[in-house]
């Protein structure tokens, strides 16, 4: 039988992640045994202390393990973190140090939304790729400039290190990790029971791009008001550049270092950002809303808007505005 350890860390908020992947695989156990076969999993919460508690003692959890006491195990799964990120790596270097010796004893590690954080801190993640709550995008990136950050994907899979995006999307990694470690069936039975949308792979409609501007380039960030100020223009790089009397190829150096993106990128994500909203709230039509963000190709504004949600513009106001179900464009 296999071990699975689903870790507690120390000072932490998060209750659901905990419950619902310990639910989740104890259910694909018990469908496992229904169809003849033994337990795949022997399954352990495991932690540096007694009891941790949750949410200001409104719950706590009672650890089966101290992480001292598994000398081996096959899957760790790394729960997601509250908010204070840098104090949650301070406060579990001993189940840092854990994780990092088990992964190079051959254990595997998944990490739910920012857990990505005690993940990350581990060392094992320079140089691969990584997903993570949108939303703990700009503070990943500077805690971590050594990890190749997708805060579009839903999972990444790398090395027998697994990684997904924010809040409740981790049921989409659970169900990746029944389907990976049991059989398809076996998943598409537990997405039934939990009535998990299966095979989604992206948490790109769900974002909401604010701007990354935790960063100490100044000339950058008057780059960034101002394309902001500019929504319904056309702005090459070359006017930018000019505009701040920056050459283009430093321009474009500076504008990726202190935001993740090129000044191409982040014009489009601020542009499609302003679309979002305005077919979440109003019934403009497609047109109306492409040429108030700069665009006069229908196509390319489709392409662009499918590209960063993951969803055509009609499709996303379908999803997100009521009044269009009964709206004929």
Known sequence: MKHLTIVVPDGQNNLSSIIGAYKIFTRANQYRVNTGKEELFKIELAGVSKEVNFYEGLFSVKPHVHIAAL????LIIIPSLNHNYQEAVKGNQLLINWIENQYKSGAEVASICTGAFLLASTGLLDGKNCSTHWAAADNFRMMFPKVTLHADQLITDEYGIYTNGGA????NLMIYLVEKYYDRQTAIFCSKVFQIEIDRQSQSAFTIFTGQKMHSDEMVRKA????ESKLDEKISVEHLSTLFSVGRRNFDRRFIKATGNTPVEYTQRVKIESAKKTFETTQKTISE????VGYSDLKAFREVFRKITGLSPLEYRQKYNKES???IQ
């Not at 409740?168 to 049921?171: I, T």
């Not at 809303?289 to 108030?292: K, S």
């Open 71 to 74: 000398r081996k195990t096959d």
């Open 168 to 171: 409740y999307s981790f049921l």
């Open 224 to 227: 960034q008001d101002y394309i």
């Open 289 to 292: 809303v492409m040429y108030a």
């Open 325 to 327: 179900l009964n709206y």
